[in-house]
């Protein structure tokens, strides 16, 4: 088939070709992703919501294979749940990025995942990592993922400005989320967004109706 | 990653490629000399509903090995714990001892905290143990119970995933089942809607997928009562064999009353035969 992430292994189970993303702005992090997660050519959930807290301010945004990337998810938030308790302070974003790092590479023969952790912390503020296939770990001011997110590279690259705030950030993602959703046909449905800030967390969704629209033949 | 052969673009939905194929085969029968495959049957159509008191879960009853089927009521609505029942697709196997499993350990833990299971536990269960299994043990399942924090209802995939939804459905008829669910679910309905909504998915599968077929059943759960309606619907009732000739009641003998067929002509012919020799071999009894 067509797909770009696909191995035949995977597909009989919950799959998933994305779209997601991560902004940097001062003072926090924008995060967003479509909300498909499809088996083959069915749609398997519609409202899916890729945007997973592993920790108070620490969110990752996945895609490939549903069933690994909630196990890591899972993993991850476990291990740092408990890190977070020894030091008895709020955990690293660098820290999180890194434990999902260390998973997606020695495993990653096996593994199918592609993530961005993004969250805040005291000491660096609002950050955005990025773990892709294979486990590289690197940080960006902005970041895309997902089989939609190659329709969207020249977007970003041409409208994303530093020193942002937080709302032209929202807006930005919303954008970038909706052009990537219309032409990639494993993303769609809803678009999930989450701002986070060392206030805390504000989570909305943007309906398929009321998403920005632009151009179309 | 990418596939190295030449791809066709993936088009979504059904595929209604092989009917012009069919009814030309069907209309040449004769002329070829074949006859027309019989229908082959795997599969099963099961579905969950989160309503306003709990969930309805619901299942379909036909086991098939292969070609046939194995066992025309088989129950697929499994027992995990008091307050939270399990539907399995996939392989019957995986999907008893599987819920057997997670029903056992599950027990054992309530026994340790001194509480009512949650559903959200079963969940953790079952998703890492599949996880670990990569996939090779074939279970998809519906999960649904009552507990603490209200109703809740996941799907689980073989390789682990799990979504948390207000309605799923899976298995080979659960493209049919979710049609029925998108038409008319919604919110907070009453328990008879919900039943009435679980029983036309089923139905759904049962009538339009080849591998789901024979009665229908129902898993109403609420905080402190499950209904296990079992069957709820018999919608494949097996056919009465009408013995018109032989009373009222179908006694299953195929002996027609004299009469019942004309008798046009008789004509008897005695055959000749000679007594030629007359021994007798007696049976060796030791």
Not at chain 2, 259 to 279: A, I, N, P, W, Y
């Amino acid at each position: 088939s067509c797909d770009f992430y696909v191995s035949p292994a995977r597909r009989s189970s919950g799959f998933r070709a994305t779209t997601i993303m991560a902004v940097e702005f001062d003072g926090g992090v924008v995060i967003g992703a479509d909300s498909r997660t499809t088996t083959g050519a069915y749609i398997a959930n519609r409202v899916t919501d890729k945007l997973t807290p592993i920790h108070d301010r620490i969110f990752c945004c996945r895609s490939g294979s549903a069933a690994d990337t909630q196990a890591i998810a899972d993993a991850v938030s476990y291990q740092l749940g408990f890190h977070s308790i020894e030091l008895d302070e709020p955990p690293l974003v660098q820290t999180a990025a890194n434990l999902f790092k260390q998973m997606c590479y020695r495993y990653r023969e096996e593994l199918m995942a592609g993530i961005i952790v993004a969250g805040w912390d005291k000491r660096r503020g609002g950050q955005v990592y990025t773990v892709p296939m294979g486990g590289m770990l690197v940080r960006q001011p902005v970041s895309v993922g997902g089989s939609g997110s190659s329709y969207i590279y020249g977007f970003i690259d041409s409208k994303y400005k530093s020193g942002m705030t937080k709302e032209e950030c929202l807006r930005f993602t919303a954008d970038a989320l909706a052009l990537a959703m219309e032409r990639d046909g494993s993303s769609g449905g809803v678009v999930r967004l989450a701002a986070i800030t060392e206030s805390g967390l504000e989570r909305s969704v943007i309906l398929g109706n009321q998403l920005p629209t632009f151009f179309s033949a | 990653m990418a596939a190295v052969s030449v791809c066709r673009p993936q088009c979504g939905g059904f595929s209604f490629e092989n009917c012009k194929r069919n009814t030309l085969l069907e209309a040449n029968v004769a002329k070829l000399g074949c006859s027309l495959p019989p229908a082959r049957k795997t599969g099963t159509t099961i579905c969950g509903v989160v309503y306003k008191d709990g969930v309805v879960l619901g299942a379909d009853t036909r086991a098939t090995e292969g070609m046939v089927v194995a066992d025309k009521n088989c129950s697929k609505i499994h027992y995990i714990s008091p307050n939270i029942y399990c539907c399995g697709a996939g392989t019957a196997a995986d999907t008893e001892m599987t819920t057997q499993l997670i029903s056992s350990n599950l027990e054992l833990h309530s026994l340790s905290t001194n509480r009512l299971p949650r559903v959200a536990t079963a969940n953790r269960m079952l998703k890492q143990m599949l996880f670990r299994y990569q996939g090779y043990i074939g279970a998809a399942l519906v999960l649904g119970g009552v507990d603490c924090n209200g109703p809740h209802l996941y799907s689980i995939y073989p390789h682990g995933s799990t979504d948390k939804l207000p309605y799923v459905t899976m298995g080979s008829g659960s493209l049919a089942a979710m049609a029925v669910f998108e038409d008319r679910f919604k919110p907070n309905m009453e328990e008879e809607e919900a039943k009435q909504l679980v029983r036309d998915a089923i139905a759904a599968g049962i009538f339009n997928d080849l591998g789901s077929g024979s009665n229908i059943d129902l898993c109403v759960i609420t905080k402190g009562k499950v209904d296990y309606l079992r069957p709820h619907d018999e919608a494949n009732k097996k056919g009465v064999r009408l013995e018109e000739h032989v009373g009222a009641a179908e006694t299953g003998d195929y002996k027609y009353k004299h009469g019942t067929t004309g008798v046009l002509t008789k004509q008897v012919t005695t055959l000749q035969l000679e007594v030629m020799d007359e021994s007798v071999q007696t049976m060796d009894t030791s």
